[in-house]
């Protein structure tokens, strides 16, 4: 039986930490209750996505920022696709990122973000998302250096001023939209990814054994993967497991749904090499390459840049 780990922020880091390990290692996922991400916030960030993809399209469109490769902003239905993948995933979605001062070493990497004026609140309310977003990443990496046999602060300056982006998702209902899927199956690229909004079934995982398995989070609580970064960096000892949102059947498939995840970045100047603790005697390790030129290799692959 798959025994995905289910771990309280609220304990000490060190009491879960390797129990969380284990779950990444095998299955690349854990789900984090407790994680301090207020829920009255999270009520208000959800209902303000529903009210922006409830605009009309050529309203949503006007936030399009053509040449960004998504990275801010709004990218309309049928845009993004999983590598090799023939046909576009079912989704619409708003990209919230970091804001850098003008001047900023990093700023060029990291365009200004753009709101909604529409929708009341919008900007104030995700702004302090994102915010809390990254608390809660900030202590799942310590859990994880810790794991690793790192100082429980080592990724603290790998990702300060990280290119985290925060994703407001919006899967349409399905009928008529034959041979395509929510969300292909895909991996992140990123360092980790946090997710809210997987309560309703759909979110699945590909195991070593070729099996799909449902990631199921109780409510309110995050489900949370390892992108293909941090699997670099500990040389697969942690695992970017591939997984897919699939189509819902009966009443469900009339019904949006909507999801949040947070894409946790490193700095776009950090420089993915492996582990030495992660490689052993004779393996043959990834190449190091920075952040931000891995990113852009891989947004490549998925039609986003």
């Given amino acids: ?28 996922f854990a789900i984090v209750r407790d994680h301090g991400i ?6 208000r960030a959800e209902a303000k996505s529903r009210e922006f993809f409830a605009l009309p399209d050529e309203t949503k469109r006007a936030y399009k920022i053509e040449g960004g490769g998504g990275a801010r902003g709004y990218t309309p239905f049928g845009t993004e696709k999983a590598k090799d993948a023939s046909i576009h995933d079912l989704k619409e979605f708003w990209h919230v990122g970091r804001d850098l001062p003008e001047g900023d070493p990093l700023a060029e990497f990291m365009p200004p973000n753009v709101w909604p004026g529409e929708v009341d609140g919008f900007e104030d309310t995700f702004r302090e998302l ?13 859990a994880i250096a810790i794991h690793l046999g790192l100082e429980r602060d080592w990724f603290a ?13 919006h899967y349409p209902p399905v009928e ?26 759909g979110l699945e995982l590909k195991s070593r054994e070729g099996e799909w398995i449902p990631v199921s989070p109780p409510p309110g609580a995050l489900a949370v993967n390892i992108g293909d970064m941090l699997q ?4 697969y000892r942690l695992r970017s497991t591939t997984h897919r949102v699939v189509n819902p059947v009966g009443e469900a498939a009339h019904r949006s749904r909507y999801s949040m995840p947070f894409f946790l970045h490193f700095r776009p100047d950090f420089r993915i090499e492996p582990l030495a603790s992660c490689v052993a005697d004779g393996d043959e390790a990834p190449e190091p390459i920075s952040s931000h030129d891995y990113l852009l290799e891989r947004l490549r692959e998925i039609n986003l840049a």
């Fill in 1 to 28: 039986m798959t025994q995905i780990a289910s771990v309280s922020l609220a304990n000490p880091l060190e009491d879960f930490a390797d129990e969380l390990g284990r779950s990444f290692s095998e299955y690349g």
């Fill in 38 to 43: 207020d829920q009255d916030l999270i009520a």
């Fill in 130 to 142: 994102y915010a809390q977003f990254e608390e809660a990443g900030a202590k799942i990496l310590s």
């Fill in 157 to 169: 300056p790998t990702v300060d001023k990280g290119n985290s982006v925060m994703r407001l998702l």
């Fill in 176 to 201: 008529g939209s034959e041979g395509a899927i929510r969300a292909a199956a895909h991996e992140d690229i990123n360092t980790i990814t946090l997710l809210l909004g997987a309560e309703e079934a």
């Fill in 232 to 235: 670099r960096l500990t040389n």
